[in-house]
């Protein structure tokens, strides 16, 4: 069993977290086209090798990012996921669609 | 029979003399000692034989006699493949042996033998398949031909649990490289653990060195169990090494999982078969066995023995042989040059026979072939070669010593490798796991006073890379004494063949050559087709010469070859011991006691119990529609303490809410109640719910049972990268909550203390409060799924059971009854309301499921709302969400019954049932989308391929206008 | 004994039949190249030769061959998916599984067991009927049964209904089957190889060449050769591969674990699976149990084993089957599975022109190798992608119309 560190809850067993897939950036669902948002939706880097990616402490419900090597799963770094989040995202309509 | 075989002290470490027991093996009777194994006492007796194979039914004896070839396997009282030579005595004892047809002595499928030539390497794939069919005959007769012990279906699950273990440095293995690696390890204060497989430490320093390496041992052993910070833990097995030494120990009925800092392996190796024509006979033996046996069990192997020799270890053995009184008749040693060590000198000036460059090349079966009666030796012309002109001796004991594997299964576990080496001939570590370290014969370390030093120095390292406060390091080791221990090539195919690689699995050299000749010839499919290496003992005693006939056979060469990859366990792991006390939680809610009281059927609901209906099972419909027309004239009371709570709160709570659901909630009143629906990203309906707004900032939000949960975590998950200012709490187990609904539900909340106006002006439908009933603090809900007057009360759970008494004893006089699931879905059918998951699936979009009046058209996002714009836009709908009728004297349509139109399935029916209120059948179905308008009729095809023809009709079938709800 | 095996018995040196050819120096053109030379690749590759009559065709395998998930899975065969697209095409493989002995000439020890899918709540009932219903219109042997029923087919199961998760009813497929996985490989490799297929083991394909959105070659660690068509069958490594081709998947690599038990005498016939418990079992003709359960949490190539898989799995086998508790597990091992969000497969074209590609199968690819086999073969001949693998295309995904084989996917087998 891989141990795994939480940023909130310290090394714990993998069992008690949580994946969330690789982080990805979502396009702005407003201008995007629609394979821009097809690729966002479904497609996966799937990469072999160095990822960064979501994980959620099962009991905190906490979510972080960590860095894990894919081909190894060996897990290089951990971190609360507001070092990549810095701003608040925020959507708008595009203008020519809010007005109508 | 008596104990005859059995040797005087000193011989015999483990048993105790003063101690007999009766034990029984095939209905015979006979006794053994206290510290004896079921094959120790066996031996003891004379018995020999002790299986059958699995595929010729060769009689077998011991190889290895320390748990590590399945030569051993009997059948335990409902216990089948246990290792007769690592089950423990104990007086009663009743064993018998296993894949026999008849008796061990008389097995009546033994002729199997006689036809191995017909029996080619995967004989199986080259027959049996026509005609068409005739697998399924000759299969039936296959199975009952393999397989080997016999499963009792009338065992008892049995006690099993698990237990955490935590050390700093754990050593695998209690023999002198894994006691001096715990003992070096113990002195710098680290917590170490020490795994053993034996009872009694040592490994073989209590076998293979005498009277003075058994002394060592105890010195050892009682030096180690000086400090504090050493656990020993023996006899226990570790049956696996994962991720970040994660490791799985079994002792008794116990599963330990172990997490090490650091480990120290130092498991040993075991000693390598030679191959050579009936060298699977009963009397065919390890040196390292016959030690085992003279030195720990006090047992005399045989009388007269030929001892056949790869490298020095085979004249300690033939000494041990002569110290136990087994005449020695000869040593073949397989190397040209004379053995230089002092055991060879002082047999040969003891006037023992040793004939350098020659092999043991043949047994000579006994009569019956449940031993031997001698063997041919013969000089060595060329690899696996003989002169021809070899000599028959008389003896009952053949013992081989030609080298070792390493017993690194472990390693491999967690990433490790091991490769050949030609310098050692023999494998050896390749790559290393992190975190670990290795010492002793594992690490082809075979001189003793090396391995005690490697052991050291590897318990020091340990301890230190753990963390500890480590003294000066312990002296380098000396020599490993690695060379010449391995023979590179004590394989000598005969053209009778019974030359056996694999024992397991009964295959010879020619299957391997000839799995080659077929065309498999890497290592790995030569394993699968040959199933050399498949069968208990996973090629532990096989991988290596089979490795090397392989790479001989396909021209490659066994230089830097590599083992098949070794998979956990390292030996059989009962399927209890993994299980354990199964813990699956489950959740009750607060009233859960007062619904069994009432006769409640209860169903499952995730981890939950939930009441699906109150009275017997025979009255199943009758109290369902009691229930429902209960509600419907009356009041009813259902327990949703199930479904989930969500507090959603601060600044962004509202922007919050319009991105996670379909709907918008910005503009949604304080003291109102919204419906909520959620997609995910794809746009397909997951989750439903209400939101209760109680202040600017502050939602109470429900979702479904099932539900709650990965709403919960996909919350938290999206503000994560929003970086909205809100907080999510997730309030399920901590509120308890139910309905209560029906035209007199306002009446029973009036008779409570309650500090609410419950007028219809003061508390209209869709609103929602907080105050206190008969003092407790309440949540009031006026949501309607059954569609009558009603309240969703909820309350702390440490409240639930008290208010549940409260409101059914207000309610008594108009008639208050529990309701349970059932009813409920009726009632919400009757209301046209869906059910995620029933009435949806995993693609449901709010289109299909004709919610759209649900999602909001001029928000800015929410999830899934890109993808249903995009969906909208690339195609019309397939298929939409219709309620139906059916004429009275239909039958009801199943849940999930199809949908047809012409020949194609459009969809299914969701959900159906006989409607009192409605005064017949109504149900909810998807259809084309162009069948989807009232009035319109479509086809159902039944369980039993009848169709059906249902009328679209609008919902809700049950007061379409609301009026009773909203009373 | 049969008489197949006289021949054996009676010539002095063993009439070997090689199933794989030994290793031979690469052409420097094929019409047709199949990167991975697992059941899938194997099977195209024998369909192309003998139905379309193309051999000019190469096989590349990076290591063993089948040695991927071909060897991995746990061999059952069966055709009672949800969607009707689903049913359509693995009735069609389970049909050709039916002759493919008799094509092979080898015993593929295909053997109808009868597969039970347990239900434990209503939902998982619900489900089962769905699939049923599906079935049965399809012309697929299916049907829901209950205790009653489950009890005279299969009495080993544990029908109590004071446990934890008592069985309601199931889904029973009566032709749902096992058979030797390794075999189907091999015969495809042999029957491939005796028709001309050239099959390159150890040998790794490391790029392609694509010129003008055309593929016209391929990259493999022994040189470089064209190709008149490309088709990737990688599963777990599919994204790595397509990623040579330039375009992403919707594939998460996830890896599945499997164990088998030590052999023992018959036990009980039927392939079992519990979707609510997570496990799946039955018991080869060698007499292992071969049990499973549901994917790893997390992405992974590497094909490591858990300890938690086995506890969880064996926690829930003993409360179905409580007398296997003193049976033992011999082997445990993982393969790559290449999951989509549809849990249906992808078959046909890309975006690159000639570049083709069979991927996306989960947990499931085994059952599918026949008819995967053979409608690729069909669609590499002609450029024309069968009705049948339509519905499966790589496109279904931009134009945001998945294949709901979701619902049938909580245990994949």
């Known amino acids: 069993m891989k141990i795994l560190n939480c940023p909130l809850n310290g090394p714990r067993n993998i069992q008690e977290f949580v994946w969330g897939g690789e982080v990805t950036e979502m396009p702005d669902p407003n201008r995007c086209t629609v394979a821009e948002w097809g690729d966002y939706v479904f497609l996966e880097n799937n990469t072999r090798g160095v990822i960064r990616e979501w994980w959620c402490h099962a009991a905190t419900n906490y979510w972080f990012i960590a860095e894990r090597d894919t081909s190894t799963d060996e897990i290089l770094k951990t971190y609360p996921a507001g070092e990549v989040f810095t701003v608040r995202t925020d959507f708008e309509v595009p203008e020519e669609d809010s007005k109508g | 029979m008596t104990t005859s075989h059995r040797l005087p002290e000193p011989f015999g470490l483990y048993i105790d003399r003063s101690r007999t027991l009766g034990f029984d093996f095939e209905g015979r009777h006979y006794s053994g000692l206290a510290g004896d194994s079921l094959g120790s006492a066996l031996a003891a007796n004379g018995v020999k034989m002790v299986s059958r194979s699995f595929k010729y039914h060769r009689p077998r004896g011991f190889l290895t006699f320390a748990g590590l070839d399945c030569n051993s396997y009997v059948q335990f009282g409902d216990e089948p493949n246990v290792q007769a030579d690592r089950l423990v005595l104990t007086d009663g004892l009743s064993a018998s042996a296993l894949n026999v047809s008849g008796s061990l002595e008389n097995d009546r499928d033994a002729y199997l033998g006689h036809f191995s030539r017909f029996l080619p390497v995967g004989f199986y794939y080259k027959t049996f398949f026509r005609p068409k069919g005739a697998w399924a005959y000759w299969e039936k007769i296959i199975r009952r031909k393999a397989g080997l012990g016999n499963v009792d279906k009338k065992t008892p699950h049995g006690y099993y649990d698990k237990a955490y273990l935590f050390a700093d440095v754990c050593v695998i293995g209690g023999g002198p490289a894994g006691l001096s690696a715990a003992l070096e390890a113990g002195k710098t204060g680290a917590e170490v653990i020490l795994i053993d497989e034996e009872a009694r430490l040592g490994g073989s320093l209590n076998y293979a060195f005498g009277a003075g390496g058994q002394e060592r041992a105890s010195k050892l052993a009682a030096e180690l169990a000086k400090f504090d910070n050493v656990t020993v833990l023996n006899p226990a097995l570790c049956t696996g090494w994962f991720a970040d030494n994660w490791l799985a120990v079994i002792q008794g009925n116990r599963l330990y999982k172990l997490r090490a800092k650091q480990v120290v392996l130092a498991s040993g190796s075991v000693e390598q078969p030679m191959v050579f024509r009936n060298n699977d006979l009963p009397g065919v033996i390890l040196g390292s066995a016959v030690q085992r046996m003279i030195r720990l069990y006090g047992v005399r192997p045989g009388s007269r023995a030929v001892v056949c020799t790869g490298n020095d270890h085979g004249y300690r053995v033939a000494q041990d042989l002569r110290d136990a009184g087994v005449e020695v008749v000869a040593i073949t040693d397989l190397r040209n040059e004379e053995a230089k060590c002092v055991e060879a000198g002082a047999l040969a000036a003891q006037g023992l026979r040793i004939l350098s460059g020659h092999t043991v090349y043949e047994a000579i079966p006994e009569r019956g072939k449940r031993g031997i009666s001698g063997a041919v030796i013969d000089s060595i012309t060329g690899e696996g070669e003989v002169s021809g002109s070899g000599e028959t001796l008389a003896c009952d004991l053949i013992v081989t010593s030609v080298g070792y594997a390493p017993l690194a299964q472990l390693m491999c576990h967690c990433g490790g490798r091991m490769k050949y080496s030609d310098a050692l001939h023999a494998f050896e570590l390749d790559e290393r796991p992190k975190d670990a370290f290795f010492a002793g014969s594992v690490d082809n370390g075979f001189d003793l006073e090396a391995a005690l030093a490697e052991g050291a120095q590897s318990g020091w390292s340990a301890a230190k890379t753990a963390g500890a406060k480590v003294g000066k390091e312990p002296a380098k080791p000396g020599a490993k004494g690695a060379e010449g221990i391995n023979y590179p090539w004590p394989i000598f195919p005969h053209p009778e063949g019974k030359d056996f690689v694999d024992f397991d699995e009964d295959q010879t050299v020619k299957d391997v050559i000839n799995a080659v000749a077929d065309g498999f010839e890497d290592v790995e499919l030569m394993k699968r087709y040959t199933t050399v290496g498949m069968g208990p003992s996973q090629g532990r005693n096989s991988a290596l010469n089979s490795v090397r006939l392989t790479n001989k056979a396909n021209g490659r060469g066994v230089s830097g070859s590599t083992t098949t990859t070794q998979r956990p366990p390292f030996k059989p792991e009962s399927f209890g011991h993994l299980a354990g006390r199964s813990f699956d939680p489950e959740r009750l809610t607060a009233m859960h006691h007062r619904h069994v009281e009432a006769g409640a059927q209860m169903m499952l609901a995730g981890a939950w119990y939930r009441p699906a209906y109150y009275g017997r099972k025979a009255d199943r419909l009758a109290c369902i529609e009691a229930e429902a027309r209960n509600v419907r004239n009356n009041v009813g009371m259902i327990d949703v303490s199930t479904l989930g709570g969500l507090e959603v709160r601060g600044p962004d709570a509202a922007e919050f809410m319009n991105r996670m659901y379909t709907w918008a909630y910005k503009k949604q009143k304080v003291g109102r109640a919204r419906y909520l629906l959620m997609s995910d990203q794809t746009g397909a309906v997951v989750d439903d719910g209400v939101a209760c707004r109680f202040s600017e900032q502050e939602f109470y939000v429900t979702a479904t049972t099932g539900g709650v949960d990965g709403v919960y975590r996909a919350m938290l998950r999206w503000n994560a990268e929003w970086r909205l200012k809100v907080d999510v709490a997730n309030v399920t187990g901590a509120y308890a909550g139910f309905n209560i609904a029906g035209p007199n539900s306002r009446k029973v909340l009036e008779k409570l203390d309650c500090d609410m106006d419950l007028t219809a002006e003061g508390f209209p439908y869709m609103g929602v409060r907080e105050g206190r009933i008969a003092g407790i603090p309440v949540r009031l809900l006026r949501v309607g799924f059954v569609g009558e007057l009603g309240y969703e009360i909820h309350m702390p759970a440490s409240c639930g059971e008290a208010l549940w008494d409260l409101v059914m004893e207000a309610g008594a006089e108009f008639g208050i009854k529990p309701f349970g699931v059932e009813a409920q879905r009726l009632l919400r059918l009757e209301k046209g309301h869906i059910i995620i998951g029933q009435d949806t699936d995993g693609l449901t979009t709010p289109a299909e499921a004709d919610m759209l009046w649900a999602v909001g058209k001029k928000k800015p996002f929410f999830i899934g709302k890109r993808s249903l714009d995009i969906m909208a836009e690339a195609r019309p709908l397939e298929r939409k969400l219709v309620g139906f009728t059916l004429p009275g004297d239909s039958p009801v349509p199943e849940e999930c019954v199809l949908v047809i139109k012409g020949d194609r399935i459009v969809g299914r029916v969701t959900s159906a049932a006989r409607s009192e209120a409605c005064g017949g059948i109504v149900g909810m179905a998807y259809v084309a989308p162009e069948d989807a308008v009232p009035g319109k009729s479509f086809n159902i095809k039944l369980e039993d391929g009848a169709y059906i023809y249902a009328t679209v009709a609008s919902i809700p079938f049950y007061d379409p206008d609301g009026k009773r709800q909203e009373l | ?413």
């Open chain 3, 1 to 413: 004994m049969p008489l197949a095996l006289l021949k054996y018995g009676l010539s002095k040196t063993y009439p070997a039949r090689r199933h794989f050819p030994s290793e031979s120096d690469l052409k420097s053109s094929y019409d047709i190249v199949i990167i991975g030379g697992g059941g899938h690749g194997l099977a195209c590759a024998y369909y192309l030769a003998k139905d379309h009559g193309i051999t000019n065709v190469a096989v590349l395998e990076k290591g063993w061959l089948a040695g991927g998930n071909t060897a991995r899975n746990t061999a059952i065969i069966r055709s009672n998916y949800l969607t009707p697209e689903g049913v359509a095409f693995y009735d069609e493989s389970v049909r050709l599984y039916q002759e493919l002995a008799n094509d092979f000439d080898m015993n593929l020890m295909y053997s109808e067991r009868g597969h039970f899918t347990l239900a434990h709540t209503d939902a998982a009932l619900r489900t089962a009927r769905w699939r049923a219903e599906v079935n049965k219109h399809l012309g697929v042997s299916s049907r829901v049964v209950f205790p009653d029923e489950i009890k005279e087919i299969c009495p080993e199961i544990c029908l109590d209904d004071d446990v934890r998760f008592p069985v309601l009813g199931a889904l029973y497929h009566p032709p749902g089957a096992i058979a030797r996985h390794d075999a189907v490989a091999w015969g495809y490799a042999r029957g491939a190889m005796e028709r001309g297929v050239e099959i390159h083991q150890n040998t790794e394909v490391t790029g392609l060449e694509i010129e003008g959105g055309r593929v016209t070659g391929v990259k493999t660690t022994r040189g470089t050769v064209k190709a008149g068509r490309v088709m990737q069958a990688t599963a777990g490594m599919s994204g790595t591969v397509s990623k040579m081709a330039g375009f992403k998947l919707p594939i998460r690599s996830i890896p599945l674990q499997a164990c088998v038990s030590e052999p023992y005498k018959p036990v009980f016939d039927s392939i079992v699976v519990s979707g609510s418990l997570h496990i799946y079992i039955s018991q080869s003709s060698r007499g292992e149990f071969v049990m499973g359960g549901s994917s790893d949490p997390y992405g992974l190539y590497s094909t490591r084993s858990t300890l938690d898989f086995k506890e969880g799995l064996m926690s829930h086998m003993l409360e179905l089957f409580p007398f296997l508790s003193k049976v033992k597990v011999l082997r445990q091992w993982a393969g790559i599975t290449d999951m989509t969000p549809d849990f249906s497969p992808i078959m046909g074209e890309t975006p690159v022109e000639n570049y083709y590609i069979d991927a996306g199968w989960g947990t499931w690819g085994f059952k599918a190798t026949p008819v995967c086999g053979k409608r690729m073969s069909q669609t590499l001949a002609t450029g024309k992608v069968p009705d049948i693998l339509k519905p499966f295309a790589l496109d279904r995904f931009e134009r945001f119309h998945q294949v709901g084989e979701k619902g049938a996917a909580s245990v994949g087998h």
